[in-house]
């Protein structure tokens, strides 16, 4: 039994091919252009907001777990739900993960009198502004690259990678329990897609397996060099 299982490679456990990967992104692409490209525009707004107000605002503060909230609850829904789960059978169990994190996304933009949390250090929001600039430059630009055209392209809030690169950033800005708390769920789906793109031969999954240890790195600075 052993000897049967060496002869497996991760390859064998995907039921599907990278061309049938893409293909889903474009069917949702084709399906949802209004809302998918809505989402994008109203996710790249808030973090621009967000970056250009330096988190000042408790408005704009409150409104991107909220717009973070509602890219999961699409994405889960359009992507994952409709269209990933018949080829892809771990989503059966993602789904109630994936609920989870929206409700915690949910409670953090609904919290009133949400307190300002301390400015995180800058090595801590430089890698949370690099991971979610990718999301919104970088990544939907993947697809083109790699030769699966502009209509596969992966946009914030209809597709799971960039969503959780956004979040993962996100969490970056928060402080104490909050930060492990709402990042949790981004960085599990960030190195299960990687390896699922690293098995479809596809190099950007090499990024999706580095942002939850950039991200684990940069909160380890932050602790050592916190005052005591």
Same mark, same amino acid.
């Given at each position: 039994?052993?000897?049967?299982?060496?002869?497996?490679?991760?390859?064998? *456990?995907?039921?599907?091919?990278? /061309?049938? =990967? =893409?293909?889903? *992104?474009? /069917?949702?692409?084709? %399906?949802? $252009?209004?809302?998918?490209?809505?989402?994008?525009?109203? +996710? @790249?707004?808030?973090?621009?907001?967000?970056? !250009?107000?330096? /988190?000042?605002?408790? /408005?704009?503060?409150?409104?991107?777990?909220?717009?973070?909230?509602?890219?999961?609850?699409?994405?889960?829904?359009?992507?994952?739900?409709?269209?990933?789960?018949?080829?892809?059978? @771990?989503?059966?169990?993602?789904?109630?993960?994936?609920?989870?994190?929206?409700?915690?996304?949910?409670?953090? +933009?609904?919290?009133?009198?949400?307190?300002?949390?301390?400015?995180?250090?800058?090595?801590?929001? #430089? $890698?949370?502004? $690099?991971?979610?600039?990718? &999301?919104? !430059?970088?990544?939907?630009?993947?697809?083109?690259? $790699?030769?699966?055209?502009?209509?596969?392209?992966? !946009?914030?809030?209809?597709?799971?990678?960039?969503?959780?690169?956004?979040?993962?950033? *996100?969490?970056?800005?928060?402080? #104490?329990?909050?930060?492990?708390? &709402?990042?949790?769920?981004?960085? &599990?789906?960030?190195?299960?897609?990687?390896?699922?793109?690293?098995?479809? +031969?596809?190099? %950007?999954?090499?990024?999706?397996?580095?942002?939850?240890? !950039? &991200?684990? #790195?940069a909160s380890v600075i932050e602790r050592i060099r916190a005052p005591r």
């Amino acid at each position: 039994m052993s000897a049967d299982w060496a002869d497996y490679r991760p390859a064998d *456990f995907l039921l599907f091919s990278g /061309r049938t =990967y =893409y293909r889903l *992104f474009e /069917r949702c692409n084709e %399906a949802h $252009t209004a809302i998918n490209l809505a989402l994008m525009a109203a +996710g @790249a707004l808030v973090a621009l907001l967000l970056l !250009l107000l330096l /988190r000042g605002d408790a /408005r704009v503060r409150r409104a991107w777990p909220l717009v973070l909230a509602l890219a999961w609850a699409w994405s889960t829904w359009a992507f994952v739900w409709s269209l990933y789960l018949p080829i892809q059978w @771990a989503m059966r169990y993602a789904l109630p993960v994936l609920a989870a994190h929206i409700a915690i996304l949910l409670m953090i +933009g609904l919290r009133r009198g949400m307190p300002t949390p301390p400015p995180p250090d800058r090595i801590a929001a #430089g $890698t949370g502004w $690099t991971l979610i600039g990718s &999301a919104f !430059l970088l990544w939907p630009a993947v697809a083109p690259l $790699t030769g699966h055209g502009w209509r596969s392209a992966e !946009l914030f809030g209809s597709a799971p990678d960039p969503t959780a690169l956004a979040s993962l950033g *996100f969490a970056l800005m928060l402080s #104490g329990t909050a930060r492990w708390v &709402a990042g949790a769920v981004p960085m &599990a789906w960030c190195l299960f897609a990687g390896a699922t793109l690293l098995t479809l +031969g596809q190099p %950007a999954g090499w990024w999706l397996l580095a942002a939850p240890l !950039l &991200a684990l #790195g940069a909160s380890v600075i932050e602790r050592i060099r916190a005052p005591r």
